[in-house]
């Protein structure tokens, strides 16, 4: 029993691979290889908090001139956004949490550098409760009954 308590035991480990080794091309294949169930995903927009698919007209924003541009949300209608926003006592936070977007979105239909959505002015029509599409622009929202 003396004997083993202060010998020098060698112990010898290989490391498994890293994540990023585990998941490179060569790793795959190689598992593969040997027989190896392997199951691979495609994660869309991991680890980002994405919530709207990128539009083709991206590349049109960066070519925009004078010639070429978008149409903006009028100032009527920030003006409208910004009026029942205040009426109903909700910041531009609140309005873009109660809403799910980003403040910075609010901001932009408010000053007219927004490029108009109709999923974007349907949620914020709902939420300060007035219309701003259409020709009754600034008018309250008309409940429509659901049909069954």
Excluded: F
Aim: glycine share 8%; aromatic share 2%; hydrophobic share 30%.
């Amino acid at each position: 029993m003396a004997e083993s308590d202060w010998d020098t035991v060698t112990v010898l480990r290989k490391k498994g691979p890293t994540a990023a080794q585990a998941k490179s091309k060569q790793a795959i294949t190689s598992a593969q290889r040997r027989g190896e169930e392997v199951e691979t995903s495609k994660k869309w927009s991991a680890g980002q908090n994405k919530q709207h698919t990128i539009t083709k007209n991206t590349a049109k924003l960066d070519r925009e001139t004078e010639e070429l541009h978008h149409d903006r949300v009028s100032l009527e209608v920030g003006k409208v956004i910004q009026q029942g926003r205040q009426s109903t006592g909700l910041t531009q936070k609140d309005l873009a949490t109660k809403i799910n977007e980003k403040p910075q979105v609010i901001a932009d239909y408010e000053c007219g550098k927004a490029i108009p959505s109709n999923q974007v002015l349907g949620k914020i029509e709902r939420a300060i409760g007035l219309k701003l599409r259409g020709r009754d622009i600034g008018k309250p929202l008309e409940a429509v009954p659901k049909k069954k």
